[in-house]
């Protein structure tokens, strides 16, 4: 079936440097995507999202941009910090063709910021 | 901030066993959703509830689980005849908006461990 994935299982990151964290997804159909930042013992926290008709948005230090060229899913955080240390999921929301839409979460990327 | 909330945070039953796990979704959230994380796994999602109804469920979700708006406050995921498959991070979710809406933003709790022995 089609999922959600990441390329890079773990990255590490010296703090103040930029960090870019990728997902791949492979059905077309999707049409929202999110990411999602989990701490160790808390639940995944809303980071940014963008709708298919864009392929790029802004927040506050974080940028993702959308390719549907070749289905790619990016997440950039500018200046990392400790605190940004955390797995980082990539979300679709895609609509089955039949009137349902769920989120399908990809596994993950781990953020280690070294100080 | 809003938050939604779920108890207990760790729970430890034997296989057999019935659970149920609570959640308080933010308050004028209309859709609310049940999703697991399997240790070191993708979070699934398991089931939508809309205006007392489920609205949508994976194929996880057989009849061994159940939901439940008792109340206006609270969610609840009830789990039957537990098996140790079902140990898992159970994460509550709430939402203001459709999950067709195009921006479906869902707020989640912190989660309920669940140890099935």
């Known amino acids: 079936g089609e999922s959600v994935g990441l390329h890079l299982p773990t990255l590490s990151v010296q703090e103040g440097d930029n960090s870019i964290i990728n997902c791949a997804y492979s059905?077309?159909?999707?049409?929202?995507f999110i990411w999602y930042k989990q701490e160790s013992g808390k639940g995944p926290q809303f980071i940014i999202d963008?709708?298919?008709?864009?392929d790029k948005r802004q927040g506050q230090r974080v940028t993702v941009l959308l390719n549907k060229t070749v289905k790619h899913l990016s997440l950039q955080i500018a200046a990392t910090q400790p605190g940004d240390s955390a797995v980082y999921f990539c979300a679709e929301n895609t609509n089955s063709g039949a009137g349902s839409y769920q989120l399908t979460f990809g596994k993950g990327t781990k953020l280690s910021v070294i100080p | 901030e809003p938050e939604v909330t779920q108890t207990p945070s760790h729970q430890v039953t034997q296989m057999g066993q019935e659970v149920i796990l609570r959640c308080v979704p933010i308050?004028?959230?209309?859709?609310f959703y049940w999703y697991r994380q399997i240790l070191g796994q993708k979070v699934e999602f398991l089931v939508s509830f809309y205006n007392n109804e489920i609205s949508e469920k994976s194929e996880i979700f057989d009849d061994q689980f159940s939901v439940e708006r008792p109340d206006g406050s609270n969610f609840t995921l009830k789990i039957r005849s537990t098996k140790l498959e079902d140990s898992a991070m159970y994460f509550c979710?709430?939402?203001?908006?459709?999950?067709?809406?195009?921006?479906?933003?869902?707020?989640f709790g912190a989660g309920s461990r669940l140890t099935v022995l």
């Open positions: 059905n077309s159909a999707s049409d929202y």
């Open positions: 979710a709430s939402s203001l908006t459709s999950p067709d809406s195009g921006a479906n933003v869902l707020t």
């Open positions: 308050s004028n959230h209309l859709y």
């Open positions: 963008i709708r298919s008709n864009m």
